[in-house]
């Protein structure tokens, strides 16, 4: 359907993103007069109304014939309310998607949660709002941008666990060069670079990243990062730079996440305590008095050397 006015647009979009909920009179003129309203706001706003109820009726007319339920514009005591189904709004389904994409890609059902974000990725199609002037249009599009990235980085998270790193070198790089200071995003790109054997490329991209955040924050990155930098600076396999842990991936064997098996020795049986452990025992159930004095601990054990058998990180 078609709705040239950008007022009128603006009016259904308000709606549509507050789906099946009421939005009252005073918050939509707000949104479309840039929080400066006319005195003759409310009067127009209902002539913007009137003209979106007839292109509902007119759409909902071409979808019934397809068997597609109506898509309604009700009022009632100065509110205003879309009712239709999550899924016959792109923005609405796109939402939904990504949070089943992520639900199941957290599940271990890799391949349906690509599926889920390839429809949802699907439904992206240019800017949003595309068109529409004015305050609240523009701070919407950054909200809907936030959230589309966040939901790519979700599905990027999945595919590099998935081992596809030379193929979103391409899609990461211009994201990173568009937000230098996002950091979930570098170190993605630097994992897709290190996973594709171009170390020294994702030491120069922490580089670059670092000295952009000092530059304007006065601050060194987040742990994460640096803990990724240090990983690669200590030439760590691939699959140590990626959260292996959770529930069972498809295709692997139930009751193992991924992550390595501990390697430390089994704990040792703690004897020749008896005494102190009755006292303790004592004083907590009452016995009154000061708890007895704390025994000198045992010196902790040597750490394995780097390079011994068995050593991993200290696993």
Not at 84 to 106: F, I, M, N, S, T
Not at 141 to 157: F, G, I, K, P, S
């Amino acid at each position: 359907m078609t709705i040239s006015s950008h007022k009128a647009r603006a009016l259904l979009a308000c709606l549509a993103l507050d789906l099946n909920r009421p939005v009252s009179a005073a918050v939509l003129a707000e949104r479309l007069w840039d929080d400066q309203p006319p005195p003759s706001a409310a009067g127009t706003l209902q002539s913007y109304v009137s003209k979106l109820r007839t292109v509902l009726r007119e759409a909902n007319a071409r979808a019934a014939a397809a068997g597609a339920p109506p898509v309604e514009l009700a009022s009632r005591r100065g509110t205003y309310q879309l009712n239709a189904r999550p899924d016959q709004v792109d923005w609405q389904l796109y939402l939904r998607l990504g949070k089943e994409a992520r639900h199941l890609a957290e599940t271990g059902a890799d391949r349906q949660a690509l599926e889920a974000f390839a429809r949802a990725q699907d439904l992206w199609q240019g800017e949003p709002l595309a068109g529409l002037p004015g305050v609240w249009p523009q701070l919407t599009r950054t909200t809907m941008y936030d959230q589309w990235l966040a939901t790519t980085a979700a599905r990027v998270e999945l595919e590099l666990r998935l081992g596809r790193f030379a193929d979103l070198v391409p899609e990461l790089a211009p994201l990173v060069e568009q937000r230098p200071q996002d950091e979930r995003l570098a170190g993605q790109l630097m994992t897709a670079l290190y996973g594709s054997g171009r170390q020294a490329e994702a030491l120069a991209l922490f580089r670059d990243t670092s000295r952009r955040i000092r530059a304007d924050h006065g601050t060194e990155p987040a742990e994460p990062l640096r803990r990724l930098h240090e990983r690669m600076l200590r030439g760590a396999p691939v699959s140590a730079l990626l959260g292996r842990s959770g529930p069972p991936r498809e295709g692997q064997p139930a009751g193992r996440t991924g992550r390595a098996p501990s390697k430390l020795p089994p704990a040792p049986v703690l004897e020749g305590r008896g005494a102190e452990l009755r006292s303790l025992v004592e004083w907590g159930g009452g016995g009154g008095g000061p708890p007895p004095p704390r025994a000198p601990a045992a010196p902790p054990p040597p750490p394995a050397p780097r390079g011994a058998p068995g050593w991993a990180g200290g696993r």
